[in-house]
T-cell receptor, first 115, second 116 residues
Framework: AQSVTQLDSHVSVSEGTPVLLRCNYS??????LFWYVQHPNKGLQLLLK??????LVKGINGFEAEFKKSETSFHLTKPSAHMSDAAEYFC?????????????FGQGTTLQVKP | DADVTQTPRNRITKTGKRIMLECSQT?????MYWYRQDPGLGLRLIYY???????NKGEISDGYSVSRQAQAKFSLSLESAIPNQTALYFC???????????????FGPGTRLTVL
């Protein structure tokens, strides 16, 4: 079965410092992985996705993630946090085995950005 | 995303009432999904539909039903609402593109449902 574990439920950084949100996955198939962001009282927005092309994936708003098969990880990073980055972030794996397009969500990481 | 709309955005109802949540999309996608979000649990799939004649249960379908009235419309019903169905509900759409190994899902703004 496929699963996703977000290693931190809450991360706090200062504005201008790097962001690291950690995600490990479990999959018996070559996974498709996503990061979504949810701002307060908003829907989910796609930040980036990995589909077995380049292992370093660049997304919107300066975020990127690196797929590391040996570590079964897909951590999200940003060099310099901005106040507007404060939100909840979800690491997601697609259920490619069943070809249903079903998404399996991690528990979420709340990012706090301090001035 | 304005391409996927949900109504109502907020709803308070009482135990035992029937309630319907509606989702409409203008993206022209065939696939539509309903999720619920609970704190600390991420999003969990309730039902999904690949076209008007194809409806499938997700991991937590008990107590819910759906209707795909058209390609663009997918409704979620709670026949007899109970307090543990209090949650944030999201509709999503996707289109499986040729050669794309994972179809991206596009989410509506959510409906906050409270069952008293």
């Amino acid at each position: 079965a496929q699963s996703v574990t977000q290693l931190d439920s809450h991360v706090s950084v200062s504005e201008g410092t790097p962001v690291l949100l950690r995600c490990n996955y479990s999959s018996s198939y070559s996974p498709s992985l996503f990061w979504y962001v949810q701002h307060p009282n908003k829907g989910l927005q796609l930040l980036l996705k990995y589909t077995s092309a380049a292992t370093l994936v660049k997304g919107i708003n300066g975020f990127e993630a690196e797929f590391k098969k040996s570590e079964t990880s897909f951590h999200l990073t940003k060099p310099s946090a901005h106040m507007s980055d404060a939100a909840e972030y979800f690491c997601v794996v697609s259920d490619r085995k069943s070809n249903t397009g079903k998404l399996i969500f991690g528990q979420g990481t709340t990012l706090q950005v301090k001035p | 995303d304005a391409d996927v709309t949900q109504t109502p955005r907020n709803r308070i109802t009482k135990t035992g009432k029937r309630i319907m949540l509606e989702c409409s999309q203008t993206k022209g996608h065939d696939r539509m999904y309903w999720y619920r979000q609970d704190p600390g649990l991420g999003l969990r799939l309730i039902y999904y539909s690949f076209d008007v004649k194809d409806i499938n249960k997700g991991e937590i379908s008990d107590g819910y039903s759906v209707s795909r009235q058209a390609q663009a419309k997918f409704s979620l019903s709670l026949e007899s609402a109970i307090p543990n169905q209090t949650a944030l509900y999201f509709c999503a759409t996707s289109e499986l593109l040729a050669g794309d190994m994972a179809d991206t899902q596009y989410f509506g703004p959510g409906t906050r449902l409270t069952v008293l």
